[in-house]
């Protein structure tokens, strides 16, 4: 917000109205820069507020409308995205996995998500069993191209990108600079993402560890490495606010 | 709901004139950056004042202040030519008006702004890739800066693809 301290030439023009509020909005004092370094602040205290289901609401509408856009500029059909549906279909497999990526992250608070929402599952051979079953379910398959073009293959071994009918959907067996499921769940929170579903999320501490180790690896394109960096940079801030609103 | 291209269909169904700018501006012509809030650029004659303003009751928008929203009165379209910059909360997500943002106006940024179709036919202006990345460089936040990379990927990958229109368009001089 950005309006003049004193009333300015022609706004006795005004009605009435729009006097008593510039008036009004005069008499609110500044939020002071310092409090405010980058503008995210502002959005990681609001974001802080929800609840872990009216942030997965927000994060399905928002990515929802990016990806609409996205796949109107390339041509390709729209698929919506609705990680609710992903995670339902997981869990009523009975599939142990823990969420992980920057949908994790979206859901501990930080303020921006990804279009995908990323699991990490356990790996014995009755949980893969269960997880195909229900990828089978979801009608998953693997995704041949994405907005870089046609997906090459993964360079990272046990990650599989899947579109589904919910979305895309990543399965990353190990998280680079955390570990596989057993490490990711000794930090993951059990979140309520709605009335009637609880799943395990990745704490916001390993998902930027995640995402740093991910910018450090010299194979990623130049922008995912622009995307790591910037889930960085804002989990942290996420992490700060997070702490200064416990102090 | 959070659908920024509901406010620019909004916007233009009340034929608003307007440009996007900012990382929504860029996120619409295919930059993978951050952004929860479309950013615009204004003309501010009376008649498009008064086109905003009916869109902004539409879209039921009140002033986002810090934490919290405060009304937005809508019966003086004029209101919104004596403020810089105002931050709105729409039944569509976060809207942030600006008159003046660093690197040029409105009517500077019309000159080489660029189309972009947003679904349904709805065809929106956006601010060329050139001045969006002159505007992140002269607010110079740390934000910006890791996104001027992919920006300027972005500015020379379409560069690319206007003298070679053959070329891939995932093309990635990285």
């Known amino acids: 917000m950005r309006i003049s301290p004193t009333p300015q030439p022609g706004e006795e023009r005004l009605n009435r109205e729009s006097r008593e509020f510039l008036a009004y909005l005069r008499s609110v004092p500044p939020v002071p820069r310092k409090d405010d370094p980058n503008d995210w602040l502002w959005q990681i205290r609001d974001h802080l507020r929800r609840s872990p289901a009216k942030r997965l609401e927000r994060w399905a509408s928002f990515a929802d409308g990016a990806l609409r856009i996205n796949s109107h500029r390339l041509g390709l059909p729209h698929v919506s995205f609705d990680p609710l549906q992903v995670l339902r279909t997981l869990t009523a497999q009975g599939v142990a996995f823990v969420m992980v990526g920057m949908g994790a992250g979206y859901l501990q608070g930080a303020p921006y998500p990804s279009y995908n929402t990323d699991i990490t599952p356990r790996t014995d051979p009755a949980n893969i069993a269960r997880i195909e079953q229900a990828l089978v379910g979801l009608h998953a398959r693997p995704l041949d191209r994405d907005e870089w073009g046609p997906v090459a293959e993964p360079t990272l071994p046990g990650f599989r990108r899947l579109l589904t009918v919910a979305g895309m959907v990543n399965v990353v067996n190990a998280l680079p600079g955390v570990g596989g499921y057993d490490q990711v769940m000794e930090n993951a929170d059990l979140l309520d993402v709605s009335d009637d579903l609880s799943v395990w999320v990745a704490a916001l501490e390993d998902v930027v560890r995640n995402k740093e180790a991910m910018s450090n690896m010299t194979e990623r394109p130049r922008h995912s490495h622009t995307m790591d960096s910037l889930h960085v940079l804002m989990g942290k801030e996420t992490l700060a606010a997070k702490k200064k609103q416990a102090n | ?174």
Request: aromatic residues 6%.
């Open chain 2, 1 to 174: 709901m959070q659908r920024l291209d509901l406010i620019a269909k909004t916007l233009i169904d009340h034929k608003v004139e307007f440009v996007l700018l900012g990382n929504y501006g860029a996120q619409i012509q295919g930059a993978q950056v951050l952004t929860e809030d479309a950013d615009m650029a204004y003309h501010r004659g009376q008649e498009n004042l008064v086109r905003l303003m009916a869109a902004l009751e539409e879209m039921g928008a009140r002033i986002r202040f810090g934490d919290e929203t405060v009304w937005l009165p809508y019966s003086d379209p004029l209101l919104l030519s004596s403020g810089d910059i105002w931050n709105l909360r729409t039944t569509h997500g976060d809207l942030d008006l600006l008159y003046a943002p660093a690197g040029g106006g409105y009517d500077h940024l019309i000159q080489d702004a660029v189309e972009v179709e947003i679904g349904d036919g709805v065809v929106v202006l956006a601010a060329s890739l050139d001045d969006i990345i002159h505007s992140k460089q002269l607010a110079n936040r740390e934000k910006d800066h890791i996104a001027l990379p992919e920006l300027r990927r972005l500015r020379d990958e379409q560069q690319h693809q206007r003298e070679d229109p053959g070329c891939p368009s995932s093309y990635n001089p990285a």
